[in-house]
């Protein structure tokens, strides 16, 4: 079965320390792939997304995420995080020729000030 | 732009009822999704629609679930025969292409 894992399921880290966000799946045909997050009291937002290209992508507040297709893998980094990226964050994978979006459990991101 | 709404935004009702959300999406956007998202999961793919026509719907989701969206415009979910099983999330999102805006979701509790 199709499926997105995402193992680290609470991250705590200070402000200005490095980020890295795994995200695994499995399919072994073409996907695009999408981080999501949602702050506090908010609504789930795209936070990047990749369809082809270059492996690597920027996406908005400082984010990228590399692609790796050979290790079925999407993570997420951020150089130096603030504590305004306090947030829950979700990695999802939507198999090429489907409408099926397939996320992972989340990994809920505290930064502490 | 409004963003995309969802009603009622909690209901609570006893095993063996029927209820119905409603999502209103943003209104250029011709794709409209549903999910339903349980406690320390994440969402979960439950249907799409292309302006009016349901083009995929989940293996997982029973007979006990339809959606419609007679328009092509705003989207109604209804669960009949609620089971406590049903208890959750419910998220609607909707896009132009690839971007999906999510709205603020449906809590459903089922005593």
């Known amino acids: 079965a199709q499926s997105v894992s995402q193992h680290n399921h609470h991250v705590i880290l200070s402000e200005a320390a490095s980020l890295e966000l795994g995200c695994n799946y499995s399919y072994g045909g073409t996907v695009n792939l999408f981080w999501y997050v949602q702050y506090p009291g908010q609504h789930l937002q795209l936070l990047l997304k990749?369809?082809?290209?270059?492996?690597l992508v920027k996406g908005i507040k400082g984010f990228e995420a590399e692609f790796i297709k050979s290790k079925f893998s999407f993570n997420l980094r951020k150089p130096s995080v603030q504590w305004s990226d306090t947030a829950e964050y979700f990695c999802a994978v939507n198999p090429s020729g489907t409408y099926k979006y397939i996320f992972g459990t989340g990994t809920r991101l505290k930064v502490l000030a | 732009d409004t963003g995309v709404s969802q009603d009622p935004r909690h209901k609570i009702t006893k095993r063996g009822q029927n209820v119905t959300f409603r999502c209103d999406p943003i209104s250029e956007h011709n794709r409209l999704y549903w999910y339903r998202q349980t406690l320390g999961q994440g969402p979960e793919f439950l249907t799409y629609f292309q302006n009016e026509a349901q083009l995929e719907k989940s293996r997982l989701l029973s007979d006990r679930f339809s959606a419609e969206r007679p328009k092509g415009s705003f989207s109604t979910l209804e669960i009949q025969r609620t089971e406590q099983g049903d208890s959750a999330m419910y998220l609607c999102?909707?896009?132009?292409?690839?971007?999906?805006?999510f709205g603020p979701g449906t809590r459903l509790t089922v005593l």
């Open positions: 999102a909707s896009s132009e292409v690839d971007t999906q805006y």
């Open positions: 990749y369809f082809s290209g270059d492996p």
